[in-house]
Each structure stands twice: as C-alpha cells, then as structure tokens.
C-alpha cells in the first residue's frame, strides 16, 4: 500500500468529515439551544440539494444555486420552527421525535410531488471539474479540495459568529439558562427562529455542495442525518467545536477502516473472507468509536453536561 | 402516503349475465420513497398493457410498499384474505420478494415477478406458481462478465454493495469473466460517496471497472468517477443505466456498456409500439423496468385468454407456454419458470437533450440461469 493511497484516503475522510459536520453543526446548535431533537434536519439537506438542481438548471450558476440552496433550506427551516417546532419545545423528547418523524415523510412525499420520483441532475461547475495533481504526485479531485476549504471555512466563520458576536452570546447564554436571558430582555422566539434557519442553511448548503457529486433524490438526508447524530454524540451535545473534531473523526475512521480494515484482515485470512469481514467491521467502526468515546467521557469530547 | 387506486381495466363488468370470469390482481409495489421510480415505471407499463388489451375481466388492486418488507408482508395477506385475489405481482427488491413470494404461493396464489428474481426462488426454493417474467437476479452480471472477455479485458476491479443481490453480482460477473481480478469490495448499502474505492481503482493497476450499484448508488459512483481522472473502461449491469436515472448521471455516463435483456431499439413490432405508445400516454420514454411490467400484464392476459384462473392447472400451464408478444421478441421459461433470453450489450449515448441506451452487441444469447438444475418441480 503505497504513501500516494494512504495520502489521497486521508484527503478522503477529511472531506467527508467537514461535509458532515455542515449538518452536525446545525443540529447541535439546535439541540444545544432549544433542546429539541430535530429528525428532520436530513429533510433541510434534501430541500437544499433539489434547489440547488433547479436553480443550476435554470441559470447554469453554481454560486447562484448555492445561494438558491441556503435560502430555501433556511425559508424551510424558519417556516416549520414557526408553524410546529414551536410547540413542542416544553414537550418531552418522545413529542419531538414523533413530530419530527412525521415531518420527514411530509418533507419526502412533498418533494416527490413537486420533483418527481426520479433523481435530478445537478453537476459539478465546469471549472472546478478534473483532478489537480497536489505535491508528492497526488492525483485529486479539484472540487473535494474546494469541498474541504470551503466546509474549514464556514467552520471558523461559525466559529467567530458563536464566541465573538452580539448573536452569539446570546445563543450561548440561550443554551445555558433560557429563562435567564429571556428576563433579560432577549426575545427569546427570535433567536430560536433565527438558530433553526441557521441550522438549515448550513444543512441545504451540504446537501447542495455534495449534491454536485452524488444522487440528488428523495431520502438522500437521513443516511447522512444518522452520522450527524453519531458526530453530536461524539463531539458533545451543543459544543460547534465538538462537532468539528467528532465529524473529522468519523469521517476518517470511516473512510480508513472501510480501506485499511479488508486489507488487515488479508494478512491471515483468504481474501474473499478478510473482504467480507472486513467490509461488515468497516461498517461498524464509527459506532465502536461512538461507544468507546461515550465510556471514556459520557459527555462526549467537548460536552458541558450529560 | 398510502393511497389505493382501483383500476378497472375498462370500466366494471355490467352486462348481466356475462360469462367472463373475473380476474383480481394484487400489485404490491414501491410507489413513496426513494426506490419509487422502479414501481412506478413497472405499475405504468403494466396498466398500459392491461389497457390496451381491452379486457374488462381484469381488475388490479394496487398498493404501496413503501419498500418495507414488513408492509409488504401485510399488504399480501389482506390481498390474499379480504380482496380475494388471485395473481400477486409488483414487487421490485429481493428482500421483499423473499418475505412474500413463498407464503403467496404457498397458498395457492399464482405470483408473476416483475422484477425481483432472488436465486433461492429460482433454484431448491422454486414453486410451480411462481413465474419470473424478468430475469434470475445473477444474469446481467453473468452478461457483464461475457461482454468483460470479449471486450478483451483481462484485469477487472469489481465492487458491489454488501447485501445479498450485491454477493450475487460478484459471484455471477466471476462465473463468467476468465480474466484475473485487481481487487474486490463490498461497499456498505446506501453508501453515496466512493473517493476510497477510487482511490484504490487507481492504485490497482486493474484495465477494467465492474460496478453493480443500483439507483442513487451508482449515480454517486458514476459521477464521482468522471471527476476522478480515472478512465478505465466501466461495465455494469442495466441497473444503474436505466432511462429513469441516466439524466441525473448526465454526461458522466456517456460510453459506458452496461447489459439489459431489453433495450427501446430491440427491433420487433411489439416493442416498437409498446415505446411510443408508454411515450405517448405517460410521457416519458420507457425504462428496462417498464417494459417488465408490460411483458408481466400481458404474459397474465394471454393466460386469462386460455385458461379459466380458477382451474389452477390449467391456467399454469397457460402461463408457462408464455404465448405472448413479449417486448424482447422470443420469450420462454426454463423449467423452473425463469426466462430464457438473449441479453444484450447496450452503449449509453446521447439523442439531443437525452441520455439513452443503444444496443451494441449480444453478450449472451438464450442464457438460462445457474440454478435451474436445483429446481425440482
């Protein structure tokens, strides 16, 4: 296994796991504030991506349908944290995800409404197509580049938004006593609308970024919204931070158990059974990590409290 | 989400008196979700075959799976105890086939499959009412692996998902491929990115790409390899290549052979018509599942034409005389009820504004299956 492979699979897991922590983001930001359990956020990251199809269709821009992306997922996300999710804030955890759920079904049958039940076609923009040769003979995606610059940086944006502005202190002081601040004169509605759009936005942009690459299709968000739980889990609930590391996390243990745990089991096992083997491990691996970090620290990596 | 629609063929049975005996037909297919678009197509080319016969002796229920083997399971046992029908078909995954198939059967219901044809119900775990109007589950992938020899290539990379019809993709592209493998992997079910498996593509020094990734799958695989820099020859089974996904692959498929026992240019009348009249009423071209569907209805009324459904043997018998005009041209069962059937090389090309398939070549001319031997009837 040469150092070219080990390079590019690292490359790889680094940009799966800042893809994945756009939505881990959103959805720890939610929990942390508002302490709801949103199962519908993969819904956000499926409107994102159709939006995304239709406005490149329409226009040819990829920057408009980015743009396109973040307002509609953030439209949706402030309608349904108005019109439901309001009401189910001081209602137990079982309430929220029932509700959720339900959500996601309207989300999906809406969409095949209006789409249809075949996959759109949303491509990479032309200029950032083909493979850039990096330093040491990497030969590697130019967008998944751009896919790892752009997730670090909309991370350290997010980053400076929490710990440096007005909103931001609000939102952390939303997380740790939400009467207080609401005493205080915030008005608290606002900030949760404002928090669940954000959440959103970044959901439909990571659904319209790794749309580009992938099938833009119905049900495209939960796989997705699965290991953004496990990331939360991994990284604490309500820390951007722990989002960071945890989706970083996941996305190598991923990716390089996926390559290198078939090939470990190769060396006394016959192949077909070490691929076999390896592969169902591989599988399994984010979740061993999930319950090995939970027994170190209950609280997750960053986590305030349980 | 669930919703139930009635279609009487052409209208109800009003003449008093009429000695027609009535025909109910329980379709259990995926129509919500992501997988909708193969039920769809196969619910469509069914109707419209049942449409066009003009028979108004035929009455199908249709329901929606959800592609849930356990709603499935629940819809096949109201079918059979309160709707009373007499043939099930529309089931699209293996999984949900295995749930239902052979309880169906074993209750004497007659099941056409459409689509699914797991390998335990072509082999030891056959029934004299189980017809597979589609084709056994390895031989697109036994196809692939004949194009694979004659195409010259000597050092192919293979990959499906880690379920079983992804095991049976693999074990049917090796039994006929005589060159050497490059590697092998199983991806996870689901999974939509593929930069790793690339990745080792490029580090394995294969000459050729064997890829069974059904629906969304290979559409991420596809485009992702396009970006990749990687231009290894690509084969794979019409499952990835069908006219319903091929426009959200977009140029990224262009080229690439992939192996379908049906293709809209198959050169016969039945076919001809059956393309522009599925055009004209639903508009939009046919899908290889579509015309499962059709071949499925009209393989059914060419049976209810000669045989009464309640005389259970005689109307097996008429079934597996298969004397229709199927959209492939010759049809026939084998002797475990699966068909028997050219398959063909396809090439994905371009008409105007539309990704297609074209017919290249045969990869295998009336193949059978590698499990009829075990079938004892």
Redesign the interface.
């Given at each position: 296994m040469s150092h070219i492979l080990i390079a590019e699979q690292v490359l790889n897991g680094l940009q799966f796991g800042v893809m994945l922590f756009l939505m881990a983001a959103g959805l720890t930001l939610i929990f942390g504030v508002m302490g709801l359990i949103n199962l519908a956020h993969g819904s956000l990251y499926m409107i994102g991506a159709f939006f995304a199809a239709v406005v490149a269709g329409w226009t040819g821009s990829f920057l408009l349908a980015l743009i396109a992306a973040m307002a509609a997922a953030a439209a949706a996300g402030a309608l349904v944290e108005l019109v439901v999710i309001r009401r189910l804030y001081d209602k137990d955890h079982l309430d929220q995800v029932l509700a959720t759920f339900a959500l996601i079904l309207i989300f999906s049958e809406g969409t095949r409404w209006v789409f249809g039940s075949f996959p759109l076609f949303l491509d990479i923009p032309d200029a950032l197509s083909g493979p850039v040769t990096l330093p040491g003979g990497i030969q590697y995606p130019l967008y998944r580049l751009v896919l790892i610059g752009t997730g670090l940086g909309v991370a350290l944006g997010l980053g400076l938004l929490i710990t440096r502005t007005r909103i931001g202190i609000q939102i952390r002081a939303g997380e740790n006593d939400r009467e207080m601040i609401a005493a205080l004169g915030v008005d608290i509605s606002r900030l949760y609308t404002l928090v669940f759009a954000l959440g959103a936005a970044l959901a439909g942009l990571a659904g319209a970024l790794v749309g580009a690459i992938q099938s833009v299709q119905v049900g495209m968000g939960e796989p997705v919204l699965i290991l953004a739980f496990v990331v939360i889990v991994i990284g604490g609930i309500g820390s951007i931070r722990g989002a960071l590391v945890g989706a970083i996390l996941v996305g190598l243990t991923d990716t390089l158990g996926g390559v290198f745990l078939p090939e470990l089991f190769k060396l006394f096992m016959e192949p077909s059974a070490a691929t076999s083997v390896g592969s169902s491990l591989a599988s399994m691996a984010i979740y061993i990590l999930m319950a090995v970090v939970l027994i170190w620290r209950p609280t997750g990596l960053f986590g305030a409290r349980a | 989400?669930k919703f139930k629609s009635l279609a009487l063929a052409t209208g109800m049975i009003l003449a008093a008196g009429a000695a027609s005996a009535e025909v109910k037909v329980g379709m259990i297919t995926t129509l919500?979700?992501?997988g909708?678009?193969l039920g769809?197509d196969v619910r469509d080319g069914f109707m419209l075959a049942i449409e066009q016969s003009g028979r108004d002796d035929i009455e199908v229920v249709i329901e929606d799976d959800q592609r849930k083997p356990d709603i499935a399971v629940q819809l096949a046992d109201k079918m059979i105890q309160s709707e009373k029908v007499d043939v099930l078909t529309g089931i699209i995954w293996s999984n949900l086939a295995m749930a239902v198939v052979p309880a169906a059967t074993a209750q004497g219901k007659f099941y056409l499959s459409p689509n699914a044809g797991p390998s335990a119900l072509a082999g030891k775990g056959c029934h004299e009412n189980y017809f597979n109007v589609a084709w056994q589950n390895d031989n697109l992938h036994e196809a692939a692996g004949a194009h694979a020899n004659s195409a010259g290539h000597a050092k192919s990379f293979i990959l499906a998902p880690?379920y079983p019809a992804g095991k049976d993709a693999l074990t049917g592209y090796k039994r006929f491929f005589e060159g050497e493998l490059a590697g092998?992997?199983?991806?996870?079910l689901?999974q939509?990115?593929y930069?790793?498996e690339i990745?080792?593509i490029?580090?394995s020094g294969a000459d050729s790409v064997f890829f069974f990734l059904p629906?969304?799958?290979g559409?991420?695989f596809l485009?992702?390899y396009a970006?990749?820099?990687v231009d290894l020859p690509v084969v794979g089974p019409a499952f990835s290549f069908d006219q319903?996904?091929l426009?959200?692959?977009?140029?990224?498929a262009l080229g690439v052979v992939n192996t379908s026992q049906w293709n809209k240019d198959i050169d016969n009348a039945t076919n001809a018509a059956f393309v522009s009249s599925f055009q004209e009423k639903y508009g939009r071209l046919p899908s290889l599942y579509a015309s499962q569907g059709f071949d499925t209805a009209n393989l059914l009324v060419s049976a209810v034409a000669a045989a009464d459904v309640g005389d259970a043997g005689a109307f097996r018998d008429a079934l597996r005389a298969a004397n229709f005009d199927s959209t492939r041209g010759d049809f026939s069962f084998g002797p475990n009820h699966h068909p028997v059937q050219t398959i063909y090389a396809r090439e994905v090309i371009q008409e105007g504004d539309v990704f297609t398939n074209k017919i290249i070549g045969k990869a295998l001319e009336n193949h059978s299956d590698a499990y009829a031997g075990d079938c004892k009837m």
């Open positions: - | 989400m919500s979700g992501g909708a678009g769809i880690n092998e992997i199983y991806t996870k689901g939509t990115d930069a790793a990745a080792q490029r580090a629906g969304g799958m559409i991420s485009k992702q970006d990749s820099g319903g996904i426009q959200a692959v977009g140029g990224a």
